[in-house]
């Protein structure tokens, strides 16, 4: 298999001036009428035409209105080529496809006996025959004709320009888009939905209809989705000038879908997940993801819809800036220090292990074998952050110059993240040409701090010197990485009285592999704040005494920092409790840690939220980034030991704060509200980790009594982790209660695949043969595979049989959905980093695998690159 080469770019030969779609839905065989008008693109000579089609059964092709004859055109699998043609002309083509049969979920298919599709990023071939590229752009005028009982509503892109009813039983509806969009934003939907409807005024005084489309029995669970997006649509004006330009806005909700949402123009599909919620079904957490997607969705309509990739290579140029942006949404309606603290957890647990394995590649990769595996953290998150490191430097109003300069020079077109870095540059006079390196690299770099302390002079230098660790054979993003450039915000504390130093605060940019930045003027050595607000994407390598980062914990004035030397402090004290543990010695809590630990439970200065935070002990799966070898078992026995001595040392504490949380009587949905179930349910996990009659019975108690989803689930979940009766009867009662209701159903498997207890995989395995499980719903896939494989001690348990489970079940879903396949069987990437055992356990089971005849390219390029 071929890869594909950003190097290899080259413009279209003929262009798109604007295509009619009609469709005839049926569920095995729906009639595509095509008609595409095309002008020969003038700095081409070809009069030849590829267009992609994939999994489309051809019917005819005509030009200009003449049939062609196979002369005229050759098909293959991948498409079709049209040989000789005029300067401009019409290319009618008409074909079949098979929504009900596609459990790729990639193109036109069926979810809930409903019609919808899915097309970036690909998707749009297996359509109908066109040039399925982002970089042409052109209007559509769509035609639906579908029967009225099972198609009541038919929906695309745009406006609707018509209606009329057949005499077959039939009705047609026209949607008309005038804005020119590529094709992987095009959108068809048909079903039997209702509508919860709203509206939205813009600032220069337009209504925008809002509609959000569910099946029937959902139309109870969109308002917090129909107030997200209003909220959304006002904080883009606010922020960065950008008014929604349709007259109607539609979201619809499906039950089958890959990915968290899709930003079609003017018609965004939603995994209902994103939708739906009540507190009774879903929880904060939930809340405020669905918050986030629709402003994120929404986000596009300017930075992806307006303007788009040039190709495909560079989705980062919309996806890292729309993450960007809606970072910045959801940190303007809640918190921004939490946020930020929230973002770099996902950054750390997730981007920095992709970043270090086989699958590392730049934010802007320079070949693909199938797109879809580049919709990664990578491309995303870390992609934002290097959107966040211009706003840094920037300030707000110059990076909105930069914003506003980018919409002047390339609304309604195509372009490349060098297109944008040009904007941030061109509106501020400001040179960017190193950050560059930051799309064109792999990897996470690493910053080494040192410090150093003049007395007679009164100086304190730091000295920053940047470098990348290698990564895993053959990675072509590894080849002579360069020192990229790094903002790193700094502060320094008065090391008495703790107090900030003020002339001293701000950004210093290391440009260099090594720099030494001095500060004068002191009377005693400060105690320096680095990479405050986690200012660039780095690892942080800082020599620092358990009593400076209890310091820092206590005094810093960047919240972020104060909450990550905790975590650095609690990740040293683990690493060291699992190295005694698997040299077989005893365990015991550091002094240092119990009383940092007292100091923030006591801290009435800091909201619930970040208290909950600075409380968490970082994660297992963060933590073995950090051991040479990663040793599950020793980890999982410390971080548990941790946990339950810190309860025992704090158990009167804690309990007195369960207590008065618990005492805020009914549900509300405020952000104090909010913040407040947070910590509450930090500390039921806490007091959970006590394992006494006691503990079980104020968190069965919990689950009883709770009257929203946040505070059932987290006790849900920590009942999942014991060996008592109350735990069946919690599952069995949560299962009984929510046995309609699929997203609440995926809760049910995810608390029972994350579960702590050793008989963990035949948990799981059993639960593979519940009549709920369905390998066709990828959000069901996900939360019981998926969530398994994110349970570092039980996947990884010593015998191999999560890494079986895992490879069988990637080996039954990969013929028929072949991206969902390959997000699973990504948890493999990380297996060299384990013990000899269970590398050639992971291995094994990567080869068998690989080996598997007709294997989908899509696990084949992730296979085929961890074993490289
Ligand atoms: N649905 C994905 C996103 O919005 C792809 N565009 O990020
Ligand atoms: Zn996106």
Redo the contacts with the bound molecule.
Sequence with gaps: IQPVLRSDYQPPTYWIENVELDFDLDPRETLVTSRISVRRNPEQSSSKLDLAGENLKFQSVAVDGKRLDETQYQLRDDGMTLLDLPESCVIETKVLVSPVTNKSLSGLYQTSGNYCTQC?AVGFRRITYFLDRPDVMTTYRVTIRGDKQSCPVMLSNGNRVSQRSLDDGRHEVVWEDPFPKPSYLFALVAGNLRCHRGTFTTRSGRDVALEIWVEPQNIDKCEHALVSLQKSMKWDEDVFGLEYDLDIYMIVAVNDFN?????NKGLNVFNSKYVLALPDTATDEDYMLIEAVIA??YF?NWTGNRVTCRDWFQLTLK?GLTVFRDQQFTADQTSAAVKRIDDVSGLRAGQFVEDSGPMAHPIRPESYISMDNF?TATVYRKGAEIIRMYHTILGAEGFRRGMDLYFERHDNSAVTCDDFRAAMADANDVNFDLFDRWYSQAGTPELTVTEAWDAAKGEYTLTMTQSYPPLPGGNPGTVDRKPVPLPVRVGLLDAESGEEIEQHGGVVMLQSESESFTFGGLTAKPIASVLRGFSAPVRLRMQRSEAELAFIMAHDTDSFNRWDAGQTLATKLLIDAANVISEGGNLELSGQFRDAFGRVLHDDSVDEAFKALALTLPRESVLGQEMAVIDPDSLHTARQFYRQQLAESFQSELTALYNDQAADGAYKNDQQSINRRRLKNVVLAYLSALDTSESVSLVAGQFDQADNMTNKQAALSLLANLDVPAREEALAAFYKKYQSDPLVIDKWFAVQAVSSREDTIEQVKRLTTHPDFSVDNPNRVRSLIGAFTQNQVRFHQADGAGYKLLADYVLKIESANPQLAARLVAAFNSYRRFDESRQTQMQNELKRIAEHPGLCKDVHEIVQRALR
């Design positions: 970036e990915m968290g949402a899709m930003e994120h969705e596009h996806e919709y």
